[in-house]
């Protein structure tokens, strides 16, 4: 690597948490962030893995590192802990005890961000080995600057870290095929085993690796011996890894089997499901292909076609693609049975390999001429498209259906409306000089926490009309009024009906009536 890619390259990755911290600062804890942060302390000071068990370990922990630092009050004689109600004891936790909930969510937040400073490095370190430097920091600019990724790579939950540790893992999976050793494998086994303790369905990594290493063996004639050893040597660190994930307790494997059992117990079988302003009880099979369609930048999406397109030029090399393209496949084909369609976040994880796939565009055959011109075009678009959404990351749209206003139109929940939104709405308030508000709020933060005096809204003022003052009412409340509307067989349509006085953050409508 030179000295002039060096800086760029250092550049970028400090643009990361910069943007992420800056961001982080201006919003509420979202909705699963409220169990997620207050589970993994108590797993640390008790040892206890009663709370939020549907999900792996790994993420909570690493977020709650930093809160060992403080004096925090941990109330185990509340009853929350003792049904193991996780929001309520979260909520709790934070906001109830006395405890600073404002340093802690920072301090929490900090780990996932790190853990995307180096995501991104593998990011370009990959795309670099693959087609060279220019592709290298093509990949890293679409990850430095996508709005889906930094969204996301500042909170504690496990969508991110599931799309880092799959990628770092089929990252040292592909290193180890290059040049198989003992060092490679155990690397490739950390990698691997933390992918699997992050998220459940990261353990669709091991049918990839069981389909690339027989594949890889075959081509490149590595003696069948070697590779067994090498995958049992990977094999003993997954166990060890779970193992200590949960303390090694002697139940260790019974608590990660009766997560993966517990995944969807909270979900109701008469919950509907919305997107392209339609509600079904059951799920889309192809929800998540839309969703990627108007949530993706539309620079990325024309790289992407542009990468397919040219994918039989120069570079392309079955031995490496594969490693790239099938863990996509199978996170988009395993989402076509997802029993959830709760929002992009869940296919997070095609994202990483994506950008290294494109990057290897800049070596297409094609005039140069062409290939640089789009390039640059396409990047600037990219870049100001990102500038124009911050700190709302969450919220973001492309241009297809008219950018963000109109994302309500199309999906709700973590897509455009995740509960983030309470200190903008603090300061809009404060600016305006409302003293009171009714608020309509979806997530599991505290208004009050950011002092906002909310008041109740009654039922019969959102189904027959609201009465005089200022309202604030979640983005996917809004969506779900026509649910409720379809349901009564009457009732007012708010988004149709009110025009809102201010947005915040794309995510709540201000009404003042």
């Given at each position: 690597?030179?000295?002039?890619?060096?800086?760029?390259?250092?550049?970028?990755?400090?643009?990361?948490?910069?943007?992420?911290?800056?961001?982080?600062?201006?919003?509420?804890?979202?909705?699963?962030?409220?169990?997620?942060?207050?589970?993994?302390?108590?797993?640390?000071?008790?040892?206890?893995?009663?709370?939020?068990?549907?999900?792996?370990?790994?993420?909570?922990?690493?977020?709650?590192?930093?809160?060992?630092?403080?004096?925090?009050?941990?109330?185990?004689?509340?009853?929350?802990?003792?049904?193991?109600?996780?929001?309520?004891?979260?909520?709790?936790?934070?906001?109830?005890?006395?405890?600073?909930?404002?340093?802690?969510?920072?301090?929490?937040?900090?780990?996932?961000?790190?853990?995307?400073?180096?995501?991104?490095?593998?990011?370009?370190?990959?795309?670099?080995?693959?087609?060279?430097?220019?592709?290298?920091?093509?990949?890293?600019?679409?990850?430095?600057?996508?709005?889906?990724?930094?969204a996301h790579s500042r909170l504690v939950t496990m969508d991110f870290g599931a799309a880092c540790f799959m990628f770092i893992a089929?990252?040292?999976?592909?290193?180890?095929?290059?040049?198989?050793?003992?060092?490679?494998?155990?690397?490739?086994?950390?990698?691997?085993?933390?992918?699997?303790?992050?998220?459940?369905?990261?353990?669709?990594?091991?049918?990839?690796?069981?389909?690339?290493?027989?594949?890889?063996?075959?081509?490149?004639?590595?003696?069948?011996?070697?590779?067994?050893?090498?995958?049992?040597?990977m094999m003993a660190i997954c166990f060890m890894i779970i193992w200590a994930s949960y303390g090694f307790r002697g139940d260790a494997?019974?608590?990660?089997?009766?997560?993966?059992?517990?995944?969807?117990?909270?979900?109701?079988?008469?919950?509907?499901?919305?997107?392209?302003?339609?509600?079904?009880?059951?799920?889309?099979?192809?929800?998540?292909?839309?969703?990627?369609?108007?949530?993706?930048?539309?620079?990325?999406?024309?790289?992407?076609?542009?990468?397919?397109?040219?994918?039989?030029?120069?570079?392309?090399?079955?031995?490496?693609?594969?490693?790239?393209?099938?863990?996509?496949?199978?996170?988009?084909?395993?989402?076509?049975?997802?029993?959830?369609?709760?929002?992009?976040?869940?296919?997070?994880?095609?994202?990483?390999?994506?950008?290294?796939?494109?990057?290897?565009?800049?070596?297409?055959?094609?005039?140069?001429?062409?290939?640089?011109?789009?390039?640059?075009?396409?990047?600037?678009?990219?870049?100001?498209?990102?500038?124009?959404?911050?700190?709302?990351?969450?919220?973001?749209?492309?241009?297809?259906?008219?950018?963000?206003?109109?994302?309500?139109?199309?999906?709700?929940?973590?897509?455009?409306?995740?509960?983030?939104?309470?200190?903008?709405?603090?300061?809009?308030?404060?600016?305006?000089?409302?003293?009171?508000?009714?608020?309509?709020?979806?997530?599991?933060?505290?208004?009050?926490?950011?002092?906002?005096?909310?008041?109740?809204?009654?039922?019969?003022?959102?189904?027959?009309?609201?009465?005089?003052?200022?309202?604030?009412?979640?983005?996917?409340?809004?969506?779900?009024?026509?649910?409720?509307?379809?349901?009564?067989?009457?009732?007012?349509?708010?988004?149709?009906?009110?025009?809102?006085?201010?947005?915040?953050?794309?995510?709540?409508?201000?009404?003042?009536?």
């Amino acid at each position: 690597m030179n000295k002039k890619t060096a800086i760029i390259v250092i550049a970028l990755l400090l643009i990361i948490p910069v943007q992420a911290i800056l961001s982080l600062r201006l919003k509420s804890l979202t909705f699963d962030e409220t169990s997620h942060l207050p589970a993994g302390y108590t797993y640390l000071k008790t040892g206890d893995f009663r709370l939020n068990l549907e999900q792996p370990p790994l993420i909570k922990l690493l977020a709650a590192l930093p809160l060992l630092a403080m004096d925090l009050k941990l109330p185990l004689d509340n009853e929350y802990w003792r049904v193991a109600s996780q929001y309520q004891f979260g909520s709790y936790f934070l906001y109830y005890t006395g405890n600073d909930a404002g340093r802690i969510i920072l301090a929490g937040r900090i780990p996932v961000v790190l853990l995307s400073v180096m995501l991104a490095y593998f990011v370009f370190l990959w795309a670099r080995k693959l087609y060279g430097e220019p592709a290298g920091l093509l990949a890293l600019f679409l990850y430095a600057f996508c709005p889906n990724m930094l969204a996301h790579s500042r909170l504690v939950t496990m969508d991110f870290g599931a799309a880092c540790f799959m990628f770092i893992a089929c990252y040292t999976g592909w290193d180890y095929l290059e040049k198989p050793s003992f060092r490679k494998a155990v690397v490739s086994g950390v990698f691997l085993s933390l992918a699997l303790v992050t998220k459940f369905s990261c353990a669709m990594l091991l049918p990839v690796f069981a389909i690339i290493f027989a594949y890889g063996a075959y081509r490149d004639k590595i003696p069948v011996r070697t590779l067994l050893k090498h995958v049992l040597v990977m094999m003993a660190i997954c166990f060890m890894i779970i193992w200590a994930s949960y303390g090694f307790r002697g139940d260790a494997f019974a608590l990660y089997a009766k997560g993966i059992r517990m995944i969807y117990w909270n979900q109701s079988p008469d919950y509907y499901f919305y997107m392209n302003g339609k509600f079904s009880l059951r799920p889309w099979w192809y929800y998540y292909l839309f969703a990627f369609l108007i949530k993706t930048p539309v620079p990325t999406l024309v790289f992407l076609l542009a990468s397919v397109f040219t994918a039989k030029g120069k570079g392309f090399r079955m031995k490496n693609e594969i490693w790239l393209l099938m863990p996509v496949m199978f996170v988009v084909v395993s989402s076509f049975f997802d029993s959830r369609n709760m929002g992009l976040r869940r296919i997070l994880q095609v994202y990483p390999f994506l950008f290294v796939f494109v990057g290897r565009v800049v070596r297409a055959d094609v005039k140069r001429k062409i290939i640089d011109g789009m390039t640059v075009l396409l990047c600037a678009w990219y870049f100001v498209g990102s500038l124009s959404i911050f700190p709302d990351y969450i919220t973001y749209f492309n241009e297809f259906i008219g950018g963000p206003k109109n994302g309500i139109k199309y999906l709700d929940d973590s897509n455009i409306d995740w509960g983030e939104d309470l200190p903008p709405l603090k300061k809009y308030m404060d600016r305006k000089g409302i003293r009171e508000i009714k608020l309509i709020y979806y997530g599991t933060s505290s208004p009050q926490y950011y002092g906002i005096n909310a008041k109740p809204v009654r039922e019969d003022e959102i189904i027959n009309g609201p009465s005089s003052g200022f309202y604030a009412v979640s983005a996917h409340y809004l969506a779900r009024m026509r649910l409720d509307i379809l349901m009564r067989g009457y009732g007012v349509d708010w988004l149709r009906q009110y025009k809102p006085v201010a947005r915040i953050g794309n995510a709540i409508y201000v009404y003042e009536f």
